[in-house]
């Protein structure tokens, strides 16, 4: 069977009970009705839930069984009016005070798959218990033949929650900000294109530069190996559009627009042809610095995914601000209480949780935006911060590899091989601490993973992936900056520190 967690379902498309289509789509809703019903905090006997999809194979099919199956069900149901992005879905489910949300995509995910994630009332992802009481209500669905389907009355959206989305995000922009900032832009052929190009215009911004290839829906994504901007190639087209049209900005927006990945000139990039891609991390930094430049983490709280650099936790230390370390996902850190900005590594940032309570790379995409715009108004860069940071708090180098594997069964065997005998020194250097975030080591719920702490401030995370095939493996070194004038070097050992980590652990973690 496929499994409804915490990510709720993804999955290769296609028959049996152990793929996405209609009847696993019909059990879910079933079960996410009852839950609604029955043992949610506050259960409703007429749930209101809101449904987007994107544009991926079935994905409009989806939406309105899981519309049909809460129609059926006494409840209400309303439809996103077209294909959209992830954060629209998850601003309307507050915007229009809805019990719960789904949204039908499986994001980045090969075209090969579908998904199918689920938000309550407050607007964020589901987490533990809610997963397991949904699951438990999907289980309990004898025949999906017995699922009641409405054949109408649900209701499809006109175009208010779009504006109101559009309008709220294009007002985090400052009024008084510079606007001057040419941007390519790519949306890997899914939903983003229309969204940034208008979020972009309300804010006062130059239309960017679309990458036309990429810009309109299509589900086979025809371009691209694997829909993600992290994946090598994946934006190809857009940095060559950029040595066109020399803009100071690339954007790219995976294909439901809830990540967000960020390039830049940098004629000392190799193999770049003058353009550097950022980490997730190098840019959660960048969102970070701007917002407390702004005072918008006055009182609030900064947060970040364990799996995410500690970078953010000193400049937050140094700012005064508090910040919090949460497990992977956008589930837990837009549940931070007090949240003013948080960010995982894997391009997802909220940067505006009143708005949407999840990751929403059209809301980063205009303060990156606006950030580069006054950068240059003075004469500086996104790189020119990138220094400062490091001069001020170290360099906080950071990597990551996935070891991918053909047999599910191989990721435990895998988990099980390190921790019975994990390595006592990586690299040269001894381990200081191992936490076992499976027995809750480090005070965060138990989830399966290995953080390893080296005596140098080094750090190792290892985990299962939760929505693809694959161990990922994230490293981080620390090094001091004596001055600017040593940053150059500092950085030099910082990289030379991480690939020795990096191949320790890649000889560890070999199937």
């Known amino acids: 069977m496929l499994q409804f967690g915490t990510a709720g379902l993804r999955g290769r498309l296609g028959a049996g009970p152990n793929r996405m289509n209609r009847a696993v789509v019909i059990r879910a809703a079933a079960g996410l009705t009852a839950y609604l019903k029955h043992d949610a905090d506050h259960p409703q006997t007429e749930p209101f839930v809101v449904v987007g999809y994107d544009a991926r194979h079935k994905s409009d099919e989806f939406a309105r069984d899981t519309a049909a199956v809460v129609t059926a069900a006494g409840g209400r149901a309303v439809v996103l009016p077209h294909v ?3 954060p629209v879905l998850a601003f309307a489910i507050r915007y229009l005070g809805a019990d719960a949300g789904v949204m039908v995509t499986a994001s980045h995910n090969p075209r090969e798959d579908n998904g199918y994630k689920v938000y309550l009332g407050d607007g964020s992802q589901i987490v533990p218990p809610a997963d397991a009481l949904i699951a438990a209500r999907i289980a309990a669905v004898e025949s999906v033949a017995q699922v009641p389907l409405a054949t109408d009355g649900w209701e499809t959206l006109g175009p208010d929650v779009l504006d109101a989305y ?7 922009v400052r009024p008084d900000a510079p606007r001057a900032v040419r941007v390519v832009h790519t949306s890997l052929h899914g939903v983003g294109n229309d969204t940034v ?13 679309a990458v036309a290839s990429q810009s309109q829906p299509d589900p086979e994504f025809p371009t691209v190996v694997f829909p993600n901007p992290e994946e090598a190639g994946a934006i190809d087209a857009a940095l060559e559009l950029a040595r066109e049209v020399g803009p100071d900005l690339v954007v790219a927006n995976d294909p439901d627009a809830d990540r967000c990945a960020i390039a830049v000139p940098d004629p000392a990039a190799a193999g770049g042809g003058g353009w550097r891609m950022l980490r997730g991390d190098e840019v959660g930094a960048l969102l970070g610095a701007h917002l407390l430049s702004r005072g918008v983490a006055a009182g609030g709280v900064f947060a970040n995914s364990i799996v995410s650099s500690r970078l953010l936790a000193a400049m937050a230390a140094a700012a005064g601000v508090a910040h919090e370390e ?26 505006a949780p009143e708005v949407v309570r999840d990751k929403d790379g ?41 070891v991918r594997v053909s ?15 994990p390595p006592t020194e990586v690299a040269g250097v001894a381990v200081a601490q191992l936490d076992d975030l499976a027995r809750g080591d480090g005070g965060l719920p138990p989830t399966d993973g290995l953080r390893f702490f080296l005596a140098d401030r ?25 001055g600017r004038d040593d940053l150059a070097a500092a950085r030099q050992r910082a990289g030379t520190r991480l690939a020795a980590i990096r191949g320790a652990f890649e000889a560890l973690t070999q199937i």
């Open 84 to 86: 959209l992005p992830t």
């Open 166 to 172: 559009l309008d709220a995000v294009s007002g985090l």
């Open 197 to 209: 190009v208008e979020a972009f215009a309300r804010a006062g911004f130059p239309p960017p530069y």
């Open 326 to 351: 949460t497990l992977t996902g956008f589930k837990w850190i837009a549940r931070v209480p007090g949240l003013a900005f948080g960010y995982e590594e894997a391009l997802g940032y909220c940067v």
């Open 362 to 402: 059209v809301s980063a995409a205009l303060l990156v935006a606006e950030q580069a715009a006054e950068l240059a108004a003075a004469g500086r860069s996104l790189l020119d911060v990138l220094d400062d940071l490091a001069v001020e708090h170290g360099v906080y180098a950071t990597d990551a590899f996935s």
């Open 407 to 421: 047999d599910l069964a191989l990721m435990p065997a895998l988990m099980e091989r390190l921790r019975s005998a």
């Open 458 to 482: 080094s750090r190792v995370i290892v985990r299962p992936s939760g929505t693809e095939p694959k161990v990922k493996v994230y490293l981080e070194a620390i090094e001091p900056v004596d």
